[in-house]
T-cell receptor, first 112, second 112 residues
């Protein structure tokens, strides 16, 4: 089955700096890669996703890159703000084929 | 749509008691997932349903756990008998064709 590894497990940055979280996956057939943000006391919520037919996707301060050959994808947050502090999860799946496999999560702290 | 609705939000029960967690997925979604989240083990997939049929229950810890989805708008996760190590936050999520997963607010279960 699919195996997703996520690094780092914790990340602390200064407000205004960039944050990068990286994930690797094992199943070359995976073609859907979402990123979720989980705030305290809430369920994870999708912030951005990418499919395997593109290498990069951007939404304001958030971007995701995908390298299918190396089987890794990354989340980039620019100009971080204190409200970006949360736990971030990457995931991988085959669209239309069932479950997503989640990484272990990264706790991001943005210091004002 | 109100999103994925879980009940109760909090449950405190004594060891040995039966616990039933409930979930109403988003209307029109064809996949439903039950996750358990703890500090030690992260986000674990317990079971998922596709079109109301259980597809993969390999994550269910043991026979004390059971899940049902009698129709497209309702699912339950039952623990009988409950044990202190079952204490966790349980999330229900639904999706369409295994793409973005929409999570509920979770049920925080404490077994004393």
């Amino acid at each position: 089955g699919e195996n997703v590894e996520q690094h780092p497990s914790t990340l602390s940055v200064q407000e205004g700096d960039s944050a990068v979280i990286k994930c690797t996956y094992s199943d070359s057939a995976s073609n859907y890669f979402p990123w979720y943000k989980q705030e305290l006391g809430k369920g994870p919520q999708l912030i951005i996703d990418i499919r395997s037919n593109v290498g990069e996707k951007k939404d304001q301060r958030i971007a995701v890159t995908l390298n299918k050959t190396a089987k890794h994808f990354s989340l980039h947050i620019t100009e971080t703000q204190p409200e970006d502090s949360a736990v971030y999860f990457c995931a991988a799946s085959r669209a239309n084929a069932g479950k997503s496999t989640f990484g272990d999560g990264t706790t991001l702290t943005v210091k004002p | 749509d109100a999103g994925v609705i879980q009940s109760p939000r909090h449950e405190v029960t004594e060891m040995g008691q039966e616990v039933t967690l409930r979930c109403k997925p988003i209307s029109g979604h064809n996949s439903l997932f039950w996750y358990r989240q703890t500090m030690m083990r992260g986000l674990e997939l317990l079971i998922y349903f596709n079109n109301n049929v259980p597809i993969d229950d390999s994550g269910m810890p043991e026979d004390r756990f059971s899940a049902k989805m009698p129709n497209a708008s309702f699912s339950t996760l039952k623990i009988q008998p409950s044990e202190p190590r079952d204490s966790a936050v349980y999330f229900c999520a639904s999706s369409l064709y295994a793409l973005e997963a929409f999570f509920g607010q979770g049920t925080r279960l404490t077994v004393v």
